[in-house]
T-cell receptor, first 112, second 115 residues
Framework: GNSVTQMEGPVTLSEEAFLTINCTYT??????LFWYVQYPGEGLQLLLK?????DKGSNKGFEATYRKETTSFHLEKGSVQVSDSAVYFCAHRYNQGGKLIFGQGTELSVKP | ETGVTQTPRHLVMGMTNKKSLKCEQHLGHNAMYWYKQSAKKPLELMFVYNFKEQTENNSVPSRFSPECPNSSHLFLHLHTLQPEDSALYLC??????????????FGPGTRLTVL
């Protein structure tokens, strides 16, 4: 079936550390891939997306590359800030029908 | 207001109460969604509405009753809920494109507690 698997949290980093949050998906065909972020007390916000293989999505210093060969979409940031503390969700969506499949979320905590 | 708004932000209700959650989108979208977010679980899609017509119901119990009077408004009517229904209920909207849908934009959610 279709699913998304993320690395378990919480992930705790010091400010300016390098961040990687792993995400792999199971799907037939070629879904679009997304990262959403949820700050404390808020809803989900779209962080970045990629719609085809080898596309790189980027926003606010975060990047993720659509890797078809490894069915992955890992989220990276070179230097995290305290304000990046949030829960990050990886998701995929088929263009037909539009249903989003979410991972379980990874909590990131950045300490000063 | 811009984006997707939800009211109330917090709701506490007893198992015999009837209440409603409201979602409004100001983005000109024509598809709207209800999701349930429980602790330690992936987001669960509950309902999808395209052009006010329900197109998906993910085996949601009948104590949850959605209503979409127009493309900008979505309600979730609640009655005789159970404590395990306590969760964050998120509304989202998107454009409906030929062959699928565009990116979904989420509201801030309603934190529901059932006593």
């Amino acid at each position: 079936g279709n699913s998304v698997t993320q690395m378990e949290g919480p992930v705790t980093l010091s400010e300016e550390a390098f961040l990687t949050i792993n995400c792999t998906y199971t799907a037939t065909g070629y879904p679009s891939l997304f990262w959403y972020v949820q700050y404390p007390g808020e809803g989900l916000q779209l962080l970045l997306k990629a719609t085809k293989a080898d596309d790189k999505g980027s926003n606010k210093g975060f990047e993720a590359t659509y890797r078809k060969e490894t069915t992955s979409f890992h989220l990276e940031k070179g230097s995290v800030q305290v304000s990046d503390s949030a829960v990050y969700f990886c998701a995929h969506r088929y263009n037909q029908g539009g249903k989003l499949i979410f991972g379980q979320g990874t909590e990131l905590s950045v300490k000063p | 207001e811009t984006g997707v708004t939800q009211t109330p932000r917090h709701l506490v209700m007893g198992m015999t109460n009837k209440k409603s959650l409201k979602c409004e989108q100001h983005l000109g979208h024509n598809a709207m969604y209800w999701y349930k977010q429980s602790a330690k679980k992936p987001l669960e899609l509950m309902f999808v509405y395209n052009f006010k017509e329900q197109t998906e119901n993910n085996s949601v119990p009948s104590r949850f009753s959605p209503e979409c009077p127009n493309s900008s408004h979505l309600f979730l009517h609640l009655h005789t809920l159970q404590p395990e229904d306590s969760a964050l209920y998120l509304c989202a909207s998107s454009h409906l494109l030929a062959g699928g849908t565009d990116t979904q934009y989420f509201g801030p959610g309603t934190r529901l507690t059932v006593l």
